[in-house]
């Protein structure tokens, strides 16, 4: 599979270089040349088909043929050692549990893919990578985790200080070695923005490889096809009209929803859930597309005031407009409707979820209201224990700490502060000797 940059001005590429170059020399994000739909016969078949098995299906035509096959096989393996499970919460909603891996949040499965394709990549190479990455919350933690210790790779994170919660922080700032956490004095449009900034800097990128390990890149962004099939498989026979309910930030989820619908996936609609950082539900309101700042929330992972993958999805509808608002409704909630939710969810049908999922699920609920007919599946995008000081307050019940969260909790943070772009440079020139 080649693919172009969606800024037109850059040559088409391999997925071996795009995953390497992560975003293209005139700043556009990469996509893929072809979407080439799956045969009919693999979803008649489903039931019968693995989740590797399924995965593997999905993504082969875009990683052909850097990837051979086999190597295909283990990483798939590797990367989807854990569950995925479908929650029924009542007659009209379930919810796709996206949290049982390492660092307890979706990001795990792209962060794990990717880590293995480059590592693929890199394994007669002598050259060091260093991955880049903005997070608000998650992508950093199992960015770390999913990289700590690969040949030839140096992760450098940028957090903003002081917007992330405890656990999420524990998460990126304590294992060390190959791995570098940095607390920016800002927002996380901020760090997003160095780190883009960073690829565009000749003076860098003629001294080192850099690639991002953010959405932006292929290879984190396409594995998250997966969930929307693996959720289809389990609910396919009981309901035909199935729409997805995305809590997003960055719009790389529910962007490679719609790549999964792409390659035929019977999927009836998807809902954006939003919290405050509401520029996609004005776009769908008012037709402007207004990045602004971003504000601090509950659901702090979705803190983004310019979603780096809402240009992936106008490419996939073609830029019309119509098309898309025929597929993509959204919603947008404060923190006290977020909390509200939390509340209704553990009284109403006993099920404790994080923020995030929390605005899924009001999602599912203002989609419902007009369209009663559909079955709504908010993705459950992080576990309530990364968002313990939010969570407790609400649940009357003490929540056991998992063992993924209990590893990191006494550990030491090391975190470099930094404020300007000149900063990052001299901490990833350090990081050369
Ligand atoms: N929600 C994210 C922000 C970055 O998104 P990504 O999917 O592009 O890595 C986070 O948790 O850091």
């Known amino acids: 599979m080649n693919y172009y940059s969606l800024n037109k001005k850059a040559p088409n590429t391999s997925f071996k270089e795009a995953v390497i170059k992560g975003i293209a ?15 009919a016969s693999f979803f ?12 593997f299906e999905a993504i082969k035509q875009f990683v052909s043929p850097d990837i051979p096959e086999d190597v295909l096989k283990t990483i798939i393996a590797e990367t989807l050692s854990f569950d995925f499970p479908v929650v029924k919460i009542n007659d009209q909603v379930s919810t796709l549990e996206l949290f049982h891996g390492p660092t307890m949040a979706f990001k795990d499965v792209g962060a794990r893919f990717m880590a293995r394709c480059l590592g ?15 997070t608000s919350g998650d992508t950093g933690g199992a960015v770390a985790n999913g990289f700590l210790g690969v040949k030839g790779v140096k992760v450098v994170i940028l957090y903003p200080s002081g917007k992330v919660s405890d656990i999420q922080e524990k998460q990126l700032t304590t294992l060390k070695q190959n791995i570098t ?3 920016v004095d800002g927002v996380f449009d901020d760090c997003q923005d160095m780190v883009k900034r960073a690829f565009l800097d000749d003076e860098l990128t003629s001294k080192m490889q850099l690639t991002s390990a953010n959405s932006i890149n292929v290879a984190r962004w396409l594995p998250q096809m997966f969930y929307f099939f693996f959720a289809y498989k389990q609910l396919h026979k009981t309901h035909k009209k199935i729409v997805f309910s995305v809590p997003s930030g960055n719009f790389g989820n529910i962007c490679a929803g719609m790549m999964a619908q792409q390659l035929g996936l019977p ?9 405050e950082n509401n520029v ?23 803190d983004v005031g310019n979603p780096s993958n809402f240009i992936r999805i106008q490419e996939i509808y073609k830029h019309n407009f119509e098309a898309l608002k025929s597929n993509l409704s959204s919603f947008s909630f404060s923190d006290d409707q977020t909390r509200e939710a939390l509340k209704e969810l553990y009284t109403d049908f006993k099920y404790i979820a994080d923020p995030h999922g929390a605005v899924g699920y009001l999602g599912c609920k203002s989609y419902l209201k007009d369209n009663e007919d559909a079955h709504c599946v908010f993705l459950e995008t992080a576990h309530p224990t990364k968002f313990l000081n939010v969570v407790e307050d609400i649940i009357p019940e003490k929540i056991e700490l998992p063992s993924q969260i209990k590893a990191v909790m006494d550990e030491e943070k090391a975190s470099i502060p930094i404020a300007h772009y000149d900063e990052l440079k001299a901490v990833l020139f350090n990081t050369l000797s």
């Open 25 to 39: 020399p005139d700043k556009g994000l990469y996509f893929p040349e072809t979407i080439t739909p799956l045969p």
């Open 44 to 55: 008649e078949n489903i039931d019968n088909l693995s989740y590797e098995a399924i995965a």
């Open 120 to 134: 693929y990549f890199n394994q007669n190479n002598t050259e060091e990578v260093t991955v880049l990455v903005a």
């Open 181 to 183: 956490a940095l607390e």
């Open 267 to 275: 999927i009836h609609h998807f809902v954006a859930a939003n919290n």
């Open 280 to 302: 996609v539900t004005e776009y769908l309101t008012t037709r402007l597309y207004q990045p602004k700042p971003s504000v601090q929330t509950i659901s702090n992972a979705m």
